[in-house]
């Protein structure tokens, strides 16, 4: 008989999957995929749309409830609006959203809204075209805030904007992409920089979520936000007055693995059990050997064994993970 539910040795129950549809990404974030240095998988590498629909189903069945479709950049993918419409309609997933750079969002709203997806996460690290292009390469922050604002119009709720702070970058305007909570009902998460698959970042160019507190701080007292038990890593803040939220990701500063709930599925049919270390299943070779529902479900039991109790990522990241952000999705 199997078990029902994926909980760990750590007494953690794992119901949330993210899932990396793609490592193609049309932005190249300093950060994220450095100086090109990421080959891409062949296509026949990816997993396709049904493979990963089964793969979620298996899940559901093991008791995944949520899921997060992330990449490199998701909505590169040809088809991308029909498997999300897909995922909506699979049975017991109460919480499906998207992690995007917004790029290709004014023009793809509405096949979104369409899907039923109903809540967006959107990267972007700064509210100047000039330092867009800094950070990722491409002349596009106009593009990503009219996406933004349509996302707003259309009713997307919430609408977590994802900022990376980073020291030299985008350090001195972190006040003003935290006053936009006092305009607009957005959920502003601050996330810690992490160093990952080679790519030393100084020291020097870290900001914790202490210092990036201080620095906000002339906007008023930040006040907690209950948090719910869906929620996710996020400390959740709120200005008095705002509309919005702060929220503060501190996988350095004050990691949260003891309530981590996550299990990850890369593109290249990879179940990883921690974002920030290198072990993982590989699940396509088996499923492309035509391996049966309950050798899958016992795959995801394996990876969830395998969860550690914690990373041990550190500033310099000293432990050496080796994989890039990019081919997991964040
Ligand atoms: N292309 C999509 C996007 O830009 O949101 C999804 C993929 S991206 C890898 C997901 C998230 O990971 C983004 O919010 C990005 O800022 C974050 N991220 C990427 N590299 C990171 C790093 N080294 N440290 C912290 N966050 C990172």
């Given at each position: 008989m199997l078990n029902t539910k994926l909980i760990d040795k750590y007494n953690r129950n794992l119901n949330y999957l993210r899932i990396s549809i793609t490592d193609r990404c049309n932005l190249k974030c300093i950060y994220c995929a450095p100086h090109n240095l990421v080959p891409k998988l062949p296509y026949k590498e990816i997993l396709s749309y049904e493979?990963?629909?089964?793969i979620v189903k298996v899940g559901v069945r093991l008791?995944?409830?949520?899921?997060?479709?992330?990449?490199?950049?998701p909505l590169v993918r040809k088809g991308v609006f029909q498997f999300l419409k897909q995922l909506t309609e699979i049975e017991g997933l109460i919480d499906i959203s998207l992690t995007t750079n917004g790029v290709l969002l004014k023009d793809n709203i509405e096949k979104i809204k369409a899907t039923g997806i109903e809540r967006i996460?959107?990267?972007?690290d700064t509210l100047y075209r000039e330092k867009f292009i800094q950070i990722t390469g491409h002349d596009l922050f106009?593009?990503?805030?009219?996406?933004?604002?349509?996302?707003?119009?259309?009713?997307?709720?919430p609408i977590k904007l994802n900022v990376v702070p980073l020291k030299g970058v985008n350090e001195d305007e972190l006040i003003?992409?935290?006053?936009?909570?006092?305009?607009?009902?957005?959920?502003?998460?601050?996330?810690?920089y992490?160093?990952?698959?080679?790519?030393?970042?100084?020291?020097?160019?870290h900001l914790l979520a202490p210092e990036i507190k201080r620095r906000i701080s002339p906007l008023g007292q930040l006040i907690a936000v209950e948090k719910k038990s869906n929620d996710g890593p996020a400390e959740r803040f709120k200005f008095e007055t705002a509309l919005g939220e702060i929220g503060f990701i501190r996988p350095i500063s004050q990691h949260f693995?003891?309530?981590?709930?996550r299990l990850r599925l890369s593109a290249s049919g990879r179940l990883r059990p921690c974002l920030l270390s290198d072990y993982q299943e590989d699940i396509k070779t088996r499923l492309r050997k035509g391996c049966s529902d309950k050798e899958l479900s016992e795959m995801f039991f394996k990876a969830v064994r395998k969860k550690p109790s914690e990373h041990n990522l550190t500033y310099d990241n000293s432990t050496?993970?080796?994989?890039?952000?990019?081919?997991?999705?964040?």
């Open positions: 493979e990963i629909l089964r008791g995944i409830s949520k899921v997060r479709i992330t990449g490199g950049e996460n959107i990267s972007v106009d593009n990503v805030w009219e996406g933004i604002e349509l996302a707003q119009k259309m009713g997307f709720n003003d992409i935290a006053r936009l909570s006092f305009i607009y009902p957005f959920h502003i998460r601050f996330i810690e992490m160093p990952m698959g080679g790519n030393k970042t100084e020291k020097d160019r693995c003891n309530t981590c709930n050496g993970i080796s994989t890039q952000m990019s081919t997991i999705g964040g």
